[in-house]
């Protein structure tokens, strides 16, 4: 740990923002070196003098937005590869650059799919999902069937005229079209079966961004908490995953979403943002419901002072 890093990260500590292991390595340079304690003790003061001021509370879903906003903010910043160098080997990392614009975010999803299945109908043969016509043209996913028994699914879309593709949900050819279904097509009823058939993949980062984004932007209740119970398990690992998920307990018009996350927080209830937006929802949240939910689940967390 060096002077540098210990600067970077007093105000992280004097807001018990460290992890404990962070916070004792932290402690042990301060005792060691003389600068880092005069900007701890600068820092202090000012804090203390801040704390002095009259305090506004903030809403709970200010609170947390700032705070999901600044943690991946910080996340981007970490990324030391240049801007080009990150665009040719790393597109889903610029791709969630623009996640809070859905609509951009779905030109530039179209416009890669479109690139995408050109280099697919490269090779001409019978439409199956590992090759497809050179001459298909997607104008959208019509159906999607799970084949009972089997891991197989079966998409049917529009070209020039209708056509399908079948095979397991892992195949790569099947999997770009539930993608681009669970994003782009217009017809709700297909993009809940497309988000049914990913939940059993939500291991892959791709396919779990498709579902956060159907979780933060779909219109359709159905669809959002379908993506709901396929991202959920992985709040904590995920801070995206957990980011939407808070997201949509903060600020989902549908109560039945808004429960369902909550309840698929509970495994990460003691994150500082989690816990905020639940002691604000306790105290403040129009539904009796969340409001007792919160309640129980803020009194089987441990006393953190």
Request: aromatic share 6%; hydrophobic share 40%.
């Amino acid at each position: 740990m060096n002077c540098e890093w210990v600067q970077q990260n007093t105000a992280f500590y004097l807001y018990d923002e460290l992890a404990d292991d962070a916070r004792h390595e932290l402690e042990q340079h301060i005792r060691r070196c003389p600068d880092c304690a005069a900007e701890l003790a600068a820092q202090q003061q000012f804090q203390e003098q801040m704390n002095a001021l009259p305090v506004q509370e903030p809403s709970a879903s200010f609170l947390a937005a700032a705070r999901m906003r600044l943690q991946e903010s910080l996340e981007t910043a970490q990324q030391n590869r240049a801007w080009y160098h990150r665009l040719a080997f790393d597109p889903m990392a610029w791709m969630r650059q623009v996640r809070f614009s859905p609509a951009l975010a779905t030109i530039i999803f179209l416009a890669g799919f479109g690139g995408g299945l050109g280099a697919m109908y490269s090779a001409k043969g019978p439409t199956t999902a590992t090759t497809l016509p050179l001459e298909a043209s997607i104008g959208g996913i019509t159906s999607i069937e799970k084949q009972a028994g089997t891991d197989n699914v079966k998409v049917q879309y529009d070209k020039r005229l209708p056509a399908s593709v079948q095979g397991p949900v892992s195949d790569p050819n099947v999997q770009d079209l539930l993608l681009y279904a669970a994003k782009s097509n217009e017809n709700s009823g297909v993009r809940l079966n497309s988000v049914d058939v990913l939940t059993s993949k939500a291991d892959d980062p791709r396919v779990r961004e498709t579902l956060t984004y159907a979780l933060r932007y779909d219109s359709n209740p159905g669809v959002r908490l379908m993506a709901l119970d396929g991202v959920g398990p992985f709040v904590k690992q995920d801070v995206r995953v957990r980011n939407a998920v808070l997201e949509a307990l903060l600020d989902d018009s549908n109560l039945g979403v808004r429960s369902g996350a909550l309840h698929a927080l509970e495994p990460v209830r003691t994150d500082s943002s989690v816990r905020m937006a639940l002691q604000q929802l306790s105290k403040e949240d129009p539904s009796e419901y969340i409001r007792t939910e919160s309640k129980r689940v803020l009194a089987s967390m441990p006393n953190i002072y």
